[in-house]
């Protein structure tokens, strides 16, 4: 079945890094775009960050901008985001999504990772 597990979530200091993993199975991974959501506490879900299914473009939140870095491999069907000079902000559970680029475009979300940020 389709599973999307993140890991590398946890409490980090303010200016500390950490990088976030997600692993997906069921599916081809390489007919699916990425990104990585984050909700905050009695906030909103938003996105964070998106990479296309080859790898070849990504976007980001003006708030991660410069900070944060997703990148996939697609031999190992695994997203990353790397993230460093964390702030308190950043505080949330993040989450993975796999978006398929075919019809019919089927989406997917794994169970989320807490990132606590916080001195």
């Known amino acids: 079945q389709v599973q999307l597990v993140e890991s590398g979530g946890g409490l980090v200091q303010p200016g500390g890094s950490l990088r976030l993993s997600c692993a997906a199975s069921g599916f081809t991974f390489s007919n699916y775009a990425m990104r990585w959501y984050r909700q905050p506490s009695g906030k909103e879900r938003e996105l964070v960050a998106s990479?296309?299914?080859?790898?070849?473009?990504?976007n980001y939140a003006d708030s991660v901008k410069g900070r944060f870095t997703i990148s996939r491999d697609n031999a190992k069907n695994t997203v990353y985001l790397q993230m460093n000079s964390l702030k308190p902000e950043d505080t949330a559970v993040y989450f993975c999504?796999?978006?398929?680029?075919?019809?019919?475009?089927?989406?997917?979300w794994g169970q989320g990772t807490q990132v606590t940020v916080s001195s």
């Open positions: 999504n796999a978006r398929g680029i075919y019809l019919p475009r089927n989406d997917y």
């Open positions: 990479i296309t299914s080859a790898g070849g473009s990504t």
